[in-house]
């Protein structure tokens, strides 16, 4: 079944350490997309990739970084440079911007 | 120029009655305006997309009607079930980007 898998459900993590959220895409998608979702609130864009080995920064990149080394794969990594990393992260993958984007079960990351 | 401004924040509908939920945006380059529904925990998914050459699209009980000239779109939810109870996001994008600008949401409660 083609979609897109993102790992792990649940993640915490000690203040101070950075973290690394998996999405894997089998829809041979070109864009990819991170979104960090706060409760009651929309989705916020943190990163975006058009293409293998090239992404650029969202509305909210401060304290992520990403990395599109296979077109299949797009982690992030929260670091500690994040001053509130507690949320729900999303990713999606699409063909391009104007056609549905599709989007992974989410990463709900907790600092303790 | 960018944002997507979504109401109502919160709904409340009787079951059988009709929800409608309201985006206006700015950006007249915009031409591809999904709508998006979140269930708790989960990510989102298409409902249904428009693009400008048409008013209004039916799938279902789901319509989404256009008005370009106003650059509004709204989604109508007719005959409202509870199990339509969910967050509603409406976005739009532009051909040949990749970047979907989204609403901030609306959460749907329908009454049994």
Known sequence: DGGITQSPKYLFRKEGQNVTLSCEQNL?????????????????????????????????????SVSREKKESFPLTVTSAQKNPTAFYLCASSTTADTEAFFGQGTRLTVV | QQQVKQSPQSLIVQKGGISIINCAYENTAFDYFPWYQQFPGKGP???????????????????????????????????????DSATYFCAASSSGTYKYIFGTGTRLKVLA
């Open chain 1, 28 to 64: 041979n998608h070109d864009a990819m997309y991170w979104y960090r979702q706060d409760p009651g609130q929309g989705l916020r864009l943190i990163y975006y990739s058009q293409i293998v080995n090239d992404f650029q920064k969202g509305d909210i990149a401060e304290g992520y």
């Open chain 2, 45 to 83: 998914a298409l409902l249904i997309a428009i693009r400008p050459d048409v008013s209004e699209k039916k799938e279902g009980r789901f319509t989404i009607s256009f008005n370009k000239s106003a650059k509004q779109f709204s989604l109508h939810i007719m005959d409202s079930q509870p199990g």
